[in-house]
């Protein structure tokens, strides 16, 4: 039975527990008031919210009170499940320990079932949707995590739950105002349902260790704690770093990785102080160590590095602006010295964190997981428009994966095009196929350099370099434009025409431009500035398949990209990369690069 206590609280009447009350065996069990609503009969039971606000705890200790009551067949999913233990089956087995109920379940490693018959069974609705549609007899489906349900699996999940009076419950901490989850059960909620939205204030065991994070959140970025602890949605999606670029899922080391890679982040005043470890598999990058910490006196830090399983056997690389902080963690034992830090060194590191194909996270590094989501680039106050700068926030565990890398990252600034011309090469005329939006003939060089022309295409996802020109000879302004008129009237060796395409001058061609001009050809200044910034803008097109060049019509090109080289103290100008990068910098919107082109790269590759 259900005895409402004070204020937040519900107390739950249990018999046959391992207390002894007037010699009838009872316990009675304290749960939030909002979960009231668990134990009343509805096809659609969903809880939403932020951190913090028990939903997973509640949700597990209401189904396994109702299982112990009577048989129940209990389905618990989520999308993607690969092993058991990325299920809730620990989440439960805790709460059945917990509950003192151990003589009324019986835990194996794959399942869980009661003494009276009922039984708790796991599945991932993508990865394995054929034993979704087998399953016969369930009462009661339990989604964890319905944020990441897609649209399919709930086409074949809802069907698939047909007993008579059998329920659905969602518990959720909502992703994007657009997820099939969210628009189906909050914004449009069905027949029969109960929807509740349930926040950390509604936890009366809030534990410590979380009331820092969310007050420290809501201190340092009020927009993003609203979404982490008020449980709305976000809204700066095509502003953040790595939108597209990480998945969590679990993995184990292998043999010949390169790695693990430490860095270490301090906190100041407030701020945490972190410690992160990273793999190399390939073109992946793998993270599956975290310790992260609110408050750790100096003393403390040692205690905190070692909830990283073998810190002290790997050079941890930290944050050089607190030297002291190194010299005392080395006098305890850890391999640490300082990470170098340069100007630029924050936009290097995440053009290096860009350029993996894809970063792993592990999930139990949830704070990382977190910053994933939030970690962004400024946007214009009054457009909106996403700009190339960094917000100096939710970053400490990012930081600290760039100070592990930090060797790597230096020597991806001398080789900075990460290139395969498998990859990146087409042979034959123009794809066409999706239509050509915008054409583009980039002018360089000049002066004691050659001159060079690219002719760029550009369909909205994909720019395709399909013709180039370079000519070290002596010409005057006219001759150049006449060579350059001739350059996109021709269709030689397949190349496409363009005459109809914008030039872009480098600053400081006014003879030039002069001559164009008179020729009638539209025209205007490309940006030149910021090389670092164009180039890494490149960088990252390249490593997101977003570049593409003819292999028949572009050859010096693409020689050139394959052997780049740039050092900032050593500045050497290259015309072929410098119209590639003026191009990139001048044409290309930031936000694009900042998409989820992963996916739709992947997919064209198999296809």
Not at 79 to 86: P, V
Request: charged share 25%.
């Amino acid at each position: 039975m259900l005895v409402w206590g004070k204020a937040r609280l519900t107390e739950y009447l249990l018999h046959g527990s391992s207390d002894a009350t007037n010699g009838e065996r009872t316990t009675i069990l304290q749960m939030p008031s909002w979960s009231e609503c668990l134990f009343r009969s509805s096809r659609y039971k969903v809880g939403y919210g932020g951190r913090g606000s028990s939903k997973s705890w509640s949700f597990a200790r209401a189904l396994i009170l109702r299982a112990a009551e009577r048989r129940l067949r209990i389905l618990c999913c989520r999308e993607l499940m690969n092993s058991i233990s990325e299920s809730v089956h620990h989440l439960l087995a805790d709460q059945i320990r917990a509950l003192r109920l151990g003589h009324k379940f019986e835990v194996q490693a794959g399942a869980i079932s009661g003494i009276n018959g009922s039984e708790f069974i796991f599945a991932g609705l993508a990865s394995n949707p054929e034993k979704i549609r087998s399953t016969e007899g369930v009462n009661i489906c339990w989604i964890e995590e319905g944020e990441h349900i897609s649209e399919r699996s709930w086409e074949i999940l809802v069907p698939t739950i047909r007993q008579e009076d059998s329920e659905i419950w969602v518990s959720m901490n909502p992703d994007l105002v657009t997820d099939p989850s969210y628009e189906r059960f909050v914004l449009n909620p069905p027949p029969n349902s109960i929807v509740v939205k349930v926040n950390w204030q509604e936890n009366p065991w809030l534990p410590e260790v979380l009331r820092q994070e969310k007050d420290y959140l809501y201190r340092v970025d009020p927009e993003a704690a609203d979404y982490v602890w008020g449980g709305n949605p976000r809204t700066n999606l095509s502003a953040q770093i790595f939108h597209g670029k990480y998945v969590v899922s679990e993995f184990e080391p292998r043999d010949g990785w390169g790695g693990p890679y430490l860095g270490a982040d301090w906190g100041f005043a407030a701020d945490p102080t972190v410690l992160m470890r990273c793999w190399i598999d390939g073109r992946k990058l793998l993270v599956d160590g975290e310790a992260y910490g609110f408050g750790v006196e100096l003393d403390s830090v040692p205690k905190l590095f070692e909830q990283v399983p073998r810190s002290r056997d790997y050079v941890i690389r930290g944050d050089s602006s607190r030297p002291e902080t190194i010299s005392h963690i080395k006098a305890r034992g850890f391999r640490i010295e300082a990470a170098s830090k340069w100007d630029g060194s924050i936009e290097d590191g995440i053009a290096f964190l860009r350029s993996f194909e894809q970063i792993v996270i592990h999930p139990r590094c949830t704070h990382l997981q977190e910053e994933a989501r939030l970690y962004s680039y400024k946007r214009d106050r009054l457009s909106g428009d996403v700009m190339p700068d960094v917000v100096d926030k939710h970053n400490h565990c990012w930081d600290s994966i760039r100070y592990a890398l930090e060797p790597l990252v230096r020597r991806s600034r001398l080789a900075i095009f990460a290139w395969s011309e498998t990859e990146h090469g087409y042979s034959g005329p123009l794809p066409v196929g999706r239509g050509i939006g915008e054409e583009t003939v980039v002018v360089a060089g000049g002066m004691d350099q050659p001159t060079v022309f690219l002719a760029c295409f550009d369909d909205g996802r994909t720019v395709f370099v399909d013709k180039e020109y370079v000519s070290d000879e002596n010409k005057a302004d006219g001759q150049f434009a006449d060579d350059l008129g001739t350059f996109m009237n021709s269709e030689e060796a397949g190349g496409r025409k363009c005459t109809q395409a914008l030039v872009l001058i480098p600053p400081g061609f006014g003879s030039f431009d002069a001559q164009l001009l008179l020729r009638g050809i539209w025209r205007t200044e490309g940006d030149a500035r910021d090389v670092e910034d164009g180039l890494r803008m490149v960088a990252s097109m390249l490593s997101l398949r977003m570049l593409k060049f003819s292999r028949e019509r572009c050859p010096r090109l693409m020689a050139r990209i394959a052997g780049y080289r740039f050092d900032p103290k050593k500045e050497v100008a290259d015309p072929l990369c410098d119209a590639l990068r003026m191009f990139v910098k001048t044409r290309i919107a930031p936000w694009r690069i900042t998409e989820d082109t992963v996916a739709l790269r992947r997919s064209e590759k198999k296809s």
